[in-house]
């Protein structure tokens, strides 16, 4: 069972769009495809350190704002 803090990533985590959704700077590109967020969900939810999950998390949020995928 997560805890309330992993809880909490995932809902963040989850209600995170592409910047090309909302017209930012990727609005140009494609989409990413389509089982891309839960792959980068669970990249970021497995983590088994706070520390880690939240420096995931971190550049989940950077990566969307610039409208680019994480590799």
Do not use: Q
């Amino acid at each position: 069972m997560p805890t309330n803090s992993r809880r909490r990533l995932i809902c963040r985590a989850a209600s995170l769009k592409p910047s090309s959704a909302i017209g930012g700077p990727g609005s140009s590109s494609r989409p990413h495809p389509p089982g891309y967020r839960k792959l980068v969900l669970h990249w970021v939810t497995s983590a088994k350190k706070d520390e880690t999950r939240a420096s995931r998390f971190a550049r989940l949020v950077l990566a969307c704002t610039d409208g680019v995928r994480l590799r």
